[in-house]
């Protein structure tokens, strides 16, 4: 198996993590977005949304976007629930991941990181919605050690990624103690640095 992906991107190192995690061989392939490298002919023939992650599996088939990525890569694991109403939660944070998550926090995280800009200087519905994103996670861990229950599963993957990485876009972790204690857990969890 190949990965594309950019080591900046949280949603390229949630793929990562979760093939390291699991003990599958790949090929890790550094495509530098900033460099616009999904852009050539060769990336969008394989990936015509010109996107990482991307993945050419060990069959030859591609694969893109990171949570369907996850869930096949997953397939069977204990990073899946058995549970059919647990894995239907895992699929519910996942989903909001990419909907009410990552456009706002990861968002932030590089126009300030990567283009430079100065916090004070980013749209406040970015950050109003940043920060309403992760006081959701702090509710979400009020009862709990991950986001399903006593043991990690694909929606801890996806929401640690660029939620330990939050403060690169100005957001205050210190002001989330149970999504500070939680990401401890999950890299942990995954050997994560």
Request: with cysteine.
């Given at each position: 198996m ?9 949603n ?5 993590w979760a093939?390291?995690?699991l003990?599958l061989s790949?090929?890790w392939?550094?495509?530098?977005v900033m ?10 023939a394989?990936?015509p949304?010109?996107?990482?992650p991307a ?9 893109a ?5 996850l869930?096949?890569?997953?397939e069977?694991s204990?990073?899946?629930?058995a ?9 519910e ?5 990419q ?9 932030a995280?590089?126009q ?27 509710d ?5 050690p991950?986001?399903?229950?006593d ?6 993957v ?6 330990r ?11 989330c ?6 990401i401890g857990?999950?890299e ?5 640095a």
């Amino acid at each position: 198996m190949r990965i594309y992906g950019d080591s900046i991107s949280g949603n390229c190192l949630k793929v990562k993590w979760a093939a390291d995690h699991l003990g599958l061989s790949y090929e890790w392939i550094e495509t530098d977005v900033m460099r616009a490298a999904t852009r050539t002919p060769e990336f969008l023939a394989m990936n015509p949304a010109g996107q990482v992650p991307a993945v050419i599996l060990d069959d030859g088939r591609p694969l893109a976007q990171s949570n369907a990525i996850l869930l096949h890569l997953a397939e069977g694991s204990d990073l899946i629930p058995a549970d059919a109403y647990e894995r239907a939660r895992m699929l519910e944070w996942m989903f909001w991941e990419q909907y009410s998550h990552e456009p706002y926090v990861a968002v932030a995280r590089f126009q300030v990181r990567y283009l430079g800009k100065a916090v004070a200087d980013l749209d406040p519905k970015l950050v109003e919605r940043g920060k309403a994103a992760l006081q959701r996670l702090e509710d979400g861990l009020a009862a709990q050690p991950f986001l399903v229950g006593d043991r990690v599963s694909l929606a801890d993957v996806a929401l640690v990624a660029y939620t330990r990485m939050a403060e690169e876009g100005g957001f205050r972790l210190a002001d989330c103690p149970k999504v500070q204690a939680w990401i401890g857990r999950v890299e942990t969890a995954l050997n994560i640095a």
